[in-house]
């Protein structure tokens, strides 16, 4: 249960149950059939640590994050709302995988879905490079997928 004194950092058990949390779920993103192909030539554990010391700080914890922000560092990606809600249902098996409690999961939840309006896109025009010569990274849904 929520301690209106604590941050929710403490409350789902700090860095460590974030660092489980993200392992559990980029091993989840990494062999999904469609979402993988956001992750092609990127290090995996760099992207739980960059994902762990972001949450970290959104979460009232250490704000260690020194990456880019969300919007501007998939500014490149054309995600859909059906890919940005299938990551989100990852995340909540995830966080269920995890052990976090369900009021907790809600908030973290909450956290990570505020970015959607932002992220997701309704072509791939509303989509530009990082720098000049960047492609913009589209995942087909895989034939056969539903």
């Avoid at 091993?27 to 640590?49: A, C, I, R, T, Y």
Wanted: overall charge positive.
């Amino acid at each position: 249960m929520a301690n209106p004194g604590k941050s929710l950092f403490d409350e789902v058990g700090g860095r460590p149950t974030l660092e489980r949390v993200h392992k559990i779920f980029y091993d989840k993103l990494w062999s999904h059939p469609w979402l993988k192909g956001f992750f092609v030539k990127l290090n995996q554990k760099l992207l739980e640590n960059q994902q762990t010391d972001f949450m970290s700080g959104a979460m009232g914890g250490p704000d260690n994050y020194a990456g880019k922000l969300p919007v501007p560092a998939h500014k490149h990606m054309y995600i859909t709302a059906e890919q940005f809600d299938l990551r989100s249902s990852i995340l909540k098996q995830s966080l269920i995988e995890a052990g976090v409690a369900p009021d907790l999961r809600e908030k973290w939840l909450k956290i990570d879905g505020a970015f959607k309006g932002k992220m997701v896109k309704k072509s791939p025009a509303e989509c530009e490079g990082r720098y000049k010569t960047e492609s913009i990274l589209i995942v087909e849904k895989p034939k056969g997928y539903s």
